[in-house]
């Protein structure tokens, strides 16, 4: 437990270094919208499926704020300048029917000129679709409220937490044509830093988003607003202001930390957790003596496997290890067969009846294995979970592909298999003739 303990320290990040609970924009990964209502764009883009396009700032506007320096940007403690009161306005309720077309009319209006907003959208794009396919983790955000707070009542310093953060993604039909932005499909959720920092750091405890099936198309974002000021009303001069932006966010880290914090007792009961925190057991450098000796032709002949890509004696020695029990590792430099090995274990665990989860930090390493199952027939039984397709629309598309094959399973003759074992019993004799005495 104490090794799992030093593991959950390592993994929380609740330091202002963390831009989940000390925000502040930069040119390369941020959009300022201003002048919108955060319930209203959640209700548009989440609720109502549509997409919204982005609307630069005229240029009057541009030339006023350039005149009050880079800090009015940045720095929250210090009083807004004229141009910027709209976009850190303390939340207010309101009636919707009393609003200004201008808040609903699908249209996220910017600080940016249409030159800057061009060039922070396509950088904001590239990086997101560069990190989905490299890591499989969906970054792009955009975070609808801030929760503006210090770390003490002496404190001078104040700081910006973005609130809910909503999964989206940019589209574009043309080099020429703007960018538009829509929900992605992921589900919607209240920043878990700025949770958990509230629970540890002041006893707050913040109101959370409905369960998405009881996000109906009614539900107004205001609830989770309003209730989040009531929750910090304590609290001297902290408020929840209606900023919105778009940008870059990750916290997969913290992810880890909820789940070994939920699942602390059962973690440390588990034999290869244990093994790990412990470094205390029985193990051996290479493959145990009994699979690094085993005649395979008599233990593990291919008749009766479940291999379904060509593999050497070192792979197939593997595959008897994982089917044996024995837990292992396999190392080796690229080319040499990891990812084909990885493609027979699943099949053989699948010829047996069981269920494999396959991770990988890159997301090419997925796609290879996946592709490899894919062209051997065994595509119906993957569910790809990684963040792209994650989404609730996917999943249940690929349950319904599954569902709708046909699982029946392939004639082989039994000329075939007796074609494999003689070939296989004359490379076995050659073998052994050229190694005898």
Not at 39 to 45: K, P, W
Not at 273 to 290: K, V, Y
Not at 372 to 384: I, K, Q
Request: glycine share 4%; charged share 25%.
């Amino acid at each position: 437990m104490a090794a799992i303990n030093a593991w959950k320290r390592k993994l929380l990040d609740l330091s202002m270094r963390n831009r989940l609970l000390n925000f502040r924009t930069t040119r390369v990964s941020t959009v300022t919208v201003v002048d919108e209502q955060p319930a209203e764009v959640f209700r548009y883009l989440a609720l109502n499926g549509k997409s919204m396009k982005f609307a630069a700032a005229a240029q009057a506007e541009i030339e006023a704020a350039t005149t009050t320096g880079p800090e009015d940007e940045l720095e929250i403690g210090k009083a807004p300048a004229t141009q910027h009161q709209l976009r850190l306005a303390e939340f207010a309720p309101y009636e919707r029917e009393n609003l200004h077309h201008r808040h609903r009319d699908g249209v996220l209006q910017t600080s940016a000129s249409p030159e800057q907003l061009d060039r922070a959208l396509l950088r904001i794009d590239a990086q997101a679709t560069a990190t989905l396919e490299e890591q499989g983790v969906s970054t792009l955000f955009l975070a609808l409220g801030m929760l503006q707070y210090r770390e003490s009542v002496d404190s001078e310093e104040w700081r910006r937490a973005p609130l809910v953060l909503l999964p989206v993604a940019l589209d574009r039909k043309s080099a020429r044509a703007g960018f538009t932005v829509r929900a992605s499909g992921d589900d919607p959720l209240v920043n878990p830093a700025v949770v958990e920092l509230m629970k540890s750091s002041f006893g707050i405890e913040l109101p959370d988003l409905p369960a998405p099936d009881q996000q109906t198309d009614d539900y107004d974002l205001q609830a989770l607003l309003s209730a989040t000021a009531r929750a910090v009303r304590q609290q001297p001069d902290w408020k929840v202001t209606n900023e919105i932006y778009l940008g870059l966010f990750s916290f997969q880290k913290f992810v880890m930390y909820k789940d070994l914090e939920a699942n602390s007792a059962a973690l440390a009961q588990h034999r290869l957790i244990q093994r790990i925190a412990t470094r205390e057991g029985n193990s051996h450098q290479g493959l145990p003596p009994d699979i690094r000796e085993a005649p395979l032709d008599e233990l593990f002949p291919p008749e009766s496997s479940h291999q379904v890509i060509d593999a050497d004696a070192s792979q197939l020695r593997a595959l008897l290890a994982a089917g044996s029990g024995h837990d292992l590792v396999i190392e080796g430099p690229p080319g040499t067969g990891k990812s084909q090995t990885i493609t027979n274990l699943i099949a053989q665990a699948l010829g047996k009846g069981n269920s494999v989860l396959f991770v990988a930090e890159k997301m090419a390493a997925l796609e290879v294995v996946a592709a490899n199952l894919e062209r051997v027939g065994l595509s119906e039984f993957c569910l790809e979970i990684h963040s792209s397709k994650a989404n609730k629309r996917s999943v249940i598309e690929q349950i319904k592909t599954s569902l709708d094959a046909s699982l029946s399973r392939p004639a082989v003759s039994d000329r075939a298999r007796g074609e494999i074992f003689e070939a296989r019993m004359r490379t076995t004799e050659y073998v052994r003739s050229v190694h005898a005495p």
